[in-house]
């Protein structure tokens, strides 16, 4: 019986030990209740604390940072449930200086027919009037950065909100009021390469 108690105790011990090492080998960090699309402000309803296995391949952010979390901006589109990094946030402001944000409607026929996502790289052609004669003059493209896009359930359209050169905002501005532009979605590669040519 001794013998028997020895073991009864032991095994405890033992079974005692694994259930403190399964629960201490977590950690307590961020995560986006829903999807926070790249440059919005990141509300304290945006995220909540999740505990997660500890992984060492992992690198998510403590939950002991929300209070620095909430009011910054999302640097990228963090998706329902992605755990946040210290990638996923700026204090940058959007836009940055030297650069403003475009909304332009589209329809069906004027956007690739995929998605859009933020930083893809875009060009936003100007396309014939009514006359059939592209304005002559001004440069007929203009180039962008894709901050993010949404359907207007009013019209049907896809809205674009697109990240341009401040110089080239009001242009851009007037072309897309007048609806005779088209997006064309590059190869970020090609864009780099267009970069580095100048």
């Known amino acids: 019986m001794i013998v028997a108690a020895v073991i009864v ?15 201490t080998n977590t950690q307590e960090v961020l995560a986006a209740r829903d999807t926070i699309h790249r440059g919005e402000v990141i509300g304290a ?3 909540e604390r999740v505990r997660i296995s500890s ?4 690198s998510p952010m ?3 940072a929300y209070d620095d979390v909430v009011g910054t901006r999302a640097a990228l589109d963090i998706a329902a449930g992605g755990l946040l990094t210290s990638e996923s946030t700026t204090d940058e402001p959007l836009p ?27 060009r936003i052609v100007v396309t014939p009037g009514e006359s059939g004669d592209a ?3 001004a440069p007929q493209f203009t180039v962008g950065e894709v901050v993010n896009t949404f359907a207007d359930e009013t019209t049907g359209n896809t809205v674009v909100n697109v990240l ?19 997006l064309v979605l590059d ?3 090609d864009s780099a390469d267009d970069v580095g040519a100048q």
């Open 45 to 47: 309803g945006d995220i």
């Open 187 to 189: 190869s970020a590669q």
């Open 164 to 182: 341009v050169p401040y110089a080239d905002a009001g242009i851009l501005a007037t072309r897309a009021a007048t609806g005779n532009v088209a």
């Open 96 to 122: 940055p200086k030297g650069q403003s944000v475009v909304g332009i409607s589209l329809t069906p026929a004027q956007v690739p027919g995929m998605p859009l996502y933020a930083g893809d790289r875009v």
């Open 62 to 64: 403590s939950a002991s």
């Open 9 to 23: 105790t032991a095994l405890g011990c033992l079974i005692g030990a694994w259930a403190w090492g399964a629960t």
């Open 55 to 58: 992984d060492p391949a992992l």
């Open 135 to 137: 304005p002559a003059g």
